[in-house]
């Protein structure tokens, strides 16, 4: 089955700082890539996403990179506030016809902003 | 709220005892996961629906574990016998059928139930 690593587990930035938070994943099938945000004692909730037929995409200050030949995802944050402050999942799926399947998370990362 | 929602939030139960956690998904979202979270990991999945039927389980999940949605809409998960090890958060997710607005790949996730035994 798909094996999603994620890496670093902890990033801590000071405000207005880049982060970078990276995913490998094995299953050359799998072809949708979200990352989601969960605060503490909250749900996950969906940042951005990105499909295999798309290399970069871009949302406000957040972006999202994939290499498909490595297996490999990125995300990247410009201009960290401390309320971007939380856990951040990578996850790996296939989908088709318009609907996936179930998602294969990564460990996590704990990204701290300090002020 | 229309998000995703569950119940109870939280549960604690003794070892042995049976507990059961409700899902109710979005409004017309035709598949519904569970996943279950554990201190400092990401979700891992259980189990997934199409409408009623269930089309995929998870090698780990074992037979003390079972998930129902009887028409399609909201969907019930026991566990039976609980262990300590089944203490976790259990979290459910749903998303929308090809075709509709937004986006349809999204698993929008409900608060979760977290389960304590003791």
């Known amino acids: 089955g798909e094996n999603v690593e994620q890496h670093p587990s902890t990033l801590s930035v000071q405000e207005g700082d880049s982060a970078v938070i990276k995913c490998t994943y094995s299953?050359?099938?799998?072809?949708?890539f979200p990352w989601y945000k969960q605060e503490l004692g909250k749900r996950p909730q969906l940042i951005i996403d990105?499909?295999?037929?798309?290399g970069e995409k871009k949302d406000q200050r957040i972006a999202v990179t994939l290499n498909k030949t490595a297996k490999h995802f990125s995300l990247h944050i410009t201009e960290t506030q401390p309320e971007d402050s939380a856990v951040y999942f990578c996850?790996?799926?296939?989908?088709?016809?318009?609907?996936?399947?179930?998602?294969?998370f990564g460990k996590g990362t704990l990204l701290t902003v300090n002020p | 709220d229309t998000g995703v929602s569950q119940n109870p939030r939280h549960k604690i139960t003794k070892r042995g005892q049976n507990v059961t956690f409700r899902c109710d998904p979005i409004?017309?979202?035709?598949?519904l996961y569970w996943y279950r979270q554990t201190l400092g990991q990401g979700p891992e999945f259980l189990t997934y629906?199409?409408?009623?039927?269930?089309?995929?389980k998870s090698r780990l999940l074992s037979d003390r574990f079972s998930a129902e949605r009887p028409k399609g809409s909201f969907s019930t998960l026991e566990i039976q016998r609980t262990e300590q090890g089944d203490s976790a958060m259990y979290l459910c997710?749903?998303?929308?059928?090809?075709?509709?607005?937004?986006?349809?790949?999204?698993?929008?996730f409900g608060p979760g139930t977290r389960l304590t035994v003791t």
């Open positions: 997710a749903s998303s929308a059928p090809p075709g509709t607005q937004g986006n349809p790949y999204e698993q929008y």
């Open positions: 299953d050359s099938a799998s072809n949708y």
């Open positions: 990105i499909r295999s037929n798309v």
């Open positions: 996850a790996a799926s296939k989908s088709t016809g318009g609907s996936n399947y179930k998602l294969t």
């Open positions: 409004s017309e979202h035709n598949r």
């Open positions: 629906f199409q409408n009623e039927a269930q089309l995929e």
